[in-house]
Nanobody, 119 residues
Framework: QVQLVESGGGLVQPGGSLRLSCAASGFIFSDYVMSWYRQAPGKERELVARIPSTGSTTSYADSVKGRFTISRDNAKFTVYLRMNSLKPEDTARYYC????????????WGQGTQVTVSS
């Protein structure tokens, strides 16, 4: 059974940090591109960060460059998103995604974890 389970969300003050985790099971994790997306109320889901199967080259949305870092541990079947200098506009539900290549359709989605940035 294919599963992606996110964790690590919560309420944080502006300027704070969080680390999200996404635990994968039921497929060969090391063969897949992993991504983090987010969706705020009333907005479309947007790509936040992406990491290839080897973890060699990462990419980020302009809005999070320099603040967020995506990483993966293929031995632990887990992808992470370290979020620093959080802003209220980062408030959203964050979703983990797996796809076979950058150009493939999505293979799996997690249920998401809520991140709220507020004082």
């Amino acid at each position: 059974q294919v599963q992606l389970v996110e964790s690590g969300g919560g309420l944080v003050q502006p300027g704070g940090s969080l680390r999200l985790s996404c635990a994968a099971s039921g497929f060969i994790f090391s063969d897949y591109v992993m991504s983090w997306y987010r969706q705020a109320p009333g907005k479309e889901r947007e790509l936040v960060a992406r990491i290839p199967s080897t973890g060699s080259t990462t990419s980020y949305a302009d809005s999070v460059k320099g603040r967020f870092t995506i990483s993966r541990d293929n031995a632990k079947f887990t992808v992470y998103l370290r979020m620093n200098s959080l802003k209220p506009e980062d408030t959203a539900r964050y979703y983990c995604n797996a796809r076979r290549t950058y150009y493939s359709s999505s293979f799996a989605w997690g249920q998401g974890t809520q991140v709220t940035v507020s004082s």
